[in-house]
């Protein structure tokens, strides 16, 4: 097994040269940019966003005894490192923080970990707005947009 920063220089050897990396990828060669630990800051940046979301999303809540299963904080960890757009940490730091229950064995937000995960930015933007418009268009009704959710209707 070869070392990370020897298969990034294989793949910089590859490419010709670093600037050429710079200039296929953009901002996204900063993950490969051959130093292992700039790739590191900035997937620790990406993650410390949806810990922080779901921090929020806790609130008070933070305070009672709970975890989060292994399963779920690996997909988090795998799909969240690369997330730089707001809206998604967002779904991830829900999806985090919907999963902190008392016996820590929790792991039904697996489907949607992988939904959100073969979104795009752009279809995750469409999913927030349309159920943002639901939400705000019955607020004041007595309808039970999850049970209608779940119920298949919409």
């Given at each position: 097994?070869?070392?990370?920063?020897?298969?990034?220089?294989?793949?910089?050897?590859?490419?010709?040269?670093k600037?050429?990396?710079?200039?296929?990828?953009?901002?996204?060669?900063?993950y490969?940019g051959?130093?292992?630990?700039?790739?590191?800051?900035?997937?620790?940046?990406?993650?410390?966003?949806?810990?922080?979301?779901?921090?929020?999303?806790?609130?008070?809540?933070?305070?009672?005894?709970?975890?989060?299963n292994?399963?779920?904080?690996?997909?988090?960890?795998?799909?969240?490192?690369?997330?730089?757009?707001?809206?998604?940490?967002?779904?991830?730091?829900?999806?985090?923080?919907?999963?902190?229950?008392?016996?820590?064995?929790?792991?039904?937000c697996?489907?949607?970990?992988?939904?959100?995960?073969?979104?795009?930015?752009?279809?995750?933007?469409?999913?927030?707005?349309?159920?943002?418009?639901?939400?705000?268009?019955?607020?004041?009704?007595?309808?039970?947009?999850?049970?209608?959710?779940?119920?298949?209707?919409?």
């Amino acid at each position: 097994m070869t070392d990370p920063e020897a298969a990034i220089g294989a793949g910089l050897a590859i490419l010709g040269s670093k600037d050429i990396l710079t200039k296929l990828l953009g901002p996204t060669a900063d993950y490969i940019g051959g130093e292992v630990s700039g790739f590191v800051r900035k997937c620790n940046i990406n993650l410390d966003s949806i810990f922080q979301k779901a921090t929020q999303k806790l609130g008070d809540r933070m305070e009672q005894s709970g975890s989060v299963n292994p399963r779920v904080l690996k997909h988090i960890i795998d799909d969240g490192r690369f997330c730089e757009d707001e809206l998604a940490a967002e779904y991830y730091g829900g999806l985090l923080a919907g999963s902190r229950v008392p016996n820590g064995k929790d792991d039904l937000c697996l489907p949607y970990i992988s939904k959100v995960k073969a979104m795009s930015t752009i279809q995750i933007r469409v999913h927030f707005a349309i159920y943002y418009s639901l939400l705000k268009l019955h607020e004041s009704s007595k309808i039970n947009l999850v049970m209608l959710m779940k119920g298949g209707y919409i």
